[in-house]
């Protein structure tokens, strides 16, 4: 049985959908992470998790307890970072870990090792406090206790790319403890850079869980190229996926040979080019394509 | 929990402390004054026109007698302020949670919901207490001023008692809508409307027979200073109606809870 285990969760909205019939299991030490378009249901999935909201219909457990009927003894071994951090205004920082602390059996090392590993100045007033610094609270918040699951959503907004450093090797760190993570994510480079599996929700259904390497196994690029007047050319290469002309503009999705697509770019004038990671909508899109499930 | 909470609502205790004990200290600190000149007073009170009179009790109670004047003056700020107090602190202390998203912090930590509502709910007990006990001290205080003045004890803590009872039922409908509504704004206009609605209830029940149905539901009402101080009790009646008002009010409170989908 794995640590988490969904089974059929639907929570459906009066007026707008919720999640349907999600169904999959977390193993013991694994980074699961949960990916799909902003609207999809990921908060809506972690919530549900949490007790927060009432599923209405299916069932989950973690721990092997029930989401609902347990929700308190389940708390007690989770750390949730919401994906956005609100705290009182009126406290400072250490006040907030303190009282967030109260609640469990913590060290003091703990907390102020964890904010001097951050960069948190935990005398300052929340209220002052930057989205990034107000984030980092929620991270020292989230592992303070030590949990045997963490759940983060979106955790990544917000932190500078220095501080998403430290906070991977914080999680990768935790996950040698064995600890569980449970990570949700619009953003695929860090699912690609942590997860063992993925989990893909779109409009509220789970649609796969895929290891990454199976997701990512085709290097697919976004490549945009502004050619000089008249320049352009048909770029009949292979593994050019889906292409877009717009004035000089071309965007294209590109698996092919690296190589060979810098030969060609150097053999024309070009004034400006762009080699970057596809969307996530990119590699579901083509993810299902090449596996004939456009209907998904 | 309830350490955080009192905290946080030390200082509007504290500001509403400051300010009822002081308007209850000034009102009784002039009674002396205005005994004095009782007849001029009394004078003033016939060219006053009826209504206002009966609305504020007046016709009932003697206000050159120092019971009486406690009774009208004091009541009606001790039950009106009060009462103000109590509902603000109770419609915001739950809802304030989810309009600030707070409550995410506090719902993924290691407590139930019960849990949550009881440690708030005592906090609405413990400063209504406080509050009423600063209102009984000064009055104490303000009746070594007026020393030479009998006062009916039995009369004061019977209206004090009454007061508690008045602002616990404002607090746990307040307390009520805390839980339902999402939006503090929501919940202390409600409350605050629900306080003012009712007493201005009162004052048209008192004047007008044909209103006079109202009075049944006026928290108010049930703690009308006259018959208290003539009867010197609370009528039973009116005693087991707000008991029953505050315990489901505070039923429906955990059961609302319980169930509510907590969406931030």
Not at chain 1, 142 to 156: G, M, N, Q, R, S
Not at chain 1, 283 to 291: A, I, N, Q
Not at chain 2, 23 to 44: C, D, G, M, N, R
Request: proline letters at 2%; glycine letters at 6%; a neutral charge.
């Amino acid at each position: 049985m794995g640590i988490v285990d969904v089974k059929q969760l639907t929570k459906m909205y009066k007026n707008n959908r919720g999640i349907e019939h999600v169904t999959f299991s977390i193993e013991e030490g694994e980074i699961f992470g949960f990916i799909g378009p902003n609207g999809a249901g990921k908060s809506t999935t972690i919530r549900t998790l949490l007790n927060f909201i009432y599923p209405t219909g299916g069932s989950a457990t973690i721990f092997g307890k029930d989401i609902v009927k347990d929700a308190k003894e389940i708390r007690r071994h989770v750390g949730y970072l919401p994906s956005e951090v609100h705290y009182y205004d009126d406290m400072k920082v250490i006040d907030l870990l303190t009282y967030s602390a109260s609640f469990y059996k913590v060290s003091d090392r703990r907390l102020k090792q964890l904010a001097e590993r951050l960069d948190l100045d935990i005398y300052k007033k929340i209220e002052d406090l930057s989205f990034g610094n107000r984030k980092k609270v929620g991270i020292v918040q989230a592992l303070l206790h030590e949990p045997k699951l963490l759940i983060l959503d979106e955790p990544t907004g917000g932190l500078d790319p220095l501080m998403q450093h430290t906070f991977f090797e914080l999680i990768l760190e935790e996950r040698k403890k064995g600890v569980t993570i449970f990570f949700s994510s619009h953003i695929l480079y860090e699912v690609q850079k942590l997860c063992d599996r993925v989990a893909i929700i779109k409009e509220g259904k789970l649609i796969q869980v895929e290891t990454i390497e199976h997701l990512t196994k085709n290097h697919l690029k976004h490549v945009t190229v502004v050619f000089e007047e008249g320049q352009y050319t048909s770029f009949d290469l292979a593994g050019v996926v889906k292409k877009e002309m717009n004035g000089n503009e071309m965007t294209m999705l590109y698996k092919g040979d690296m190589n060979e697509l810098i030969a060609l770019l150097h053999s024309l004038r070009i004034k400006d080019v762009s080699i970057s990671e596809p969307s996530l909508e990119d590699v579901f899109m083509h993810y299902y394509e090449k596996r004939g499930m456009n209907d998904v | 929990m309830f350490k955080r909470e009192w905290k946080r609502n030390a200082k509007s205790l504290m500001i509403w402390s400051i300010v009822l004990g002081g308007l209850v200290f000034l009102t009784l600190s002039i009674f002396p004054q205005f005994a004095e000149q009782q007849k001029e007073v009394t004078k003033l009170l016939q060219s006053l026109p009826p209504a206002m009179i009966k609305a504020f009790g007046m016709d009932q109670l003697s206000i050159g007698d120092l019971t009486g004047y406690y009774g009208v003056r004091i009541y009606m700020m001790t039950t009106l302020l009060g009462s103000v107090y109590a509902a603000m602190l109770a419609a915001n202390i739950v809802a304030k949670e989810e309009n600030d998203k707070t409550i995410e912090f506090l719902l993924a930590k290691p407590v139930t919901r019960g849990e949550i509502l009881t440690n708030k709910w005592l906090v609405v007990v413990v400063n209504i207490l406080i509050l009423n006990a600063v209102s009984l001290l000064v009055s104490f205080i303000g009746f070594q001023m007026a020393k030479e003045y009998d006062v009916s004890f039995k009369a004061i803590y019977l209206l004090t008692l009454a007061t508690v009872f008045l602002h616990f039922t404002f607090a746990s409908i307040a307390f009520f809508l805390s839980t339902m509504m999402r939006k503090t704004r929501n919940a202390s206009s409600f409350a605050l409307g629900l306080v003012f609605v009712t007493y201005f209830m009162n004052m048209m029940s008192s004047i007008s027979e044909d209103l006079s149905f109202l009075k049944y539901v006026s928290p108010f009402k049930y703690v009308d200073a006259a018959p208290i101080i003539y009867d010197l009790q609370i009528d039973p009646l009116y005693t087991s109606l707000m008991i029953v008002i505050i315990i489901s009010s505070i039923v429906a409170a955990y059961v609302v809870y319980q169930k509510k989908d907590i969406v931030t």
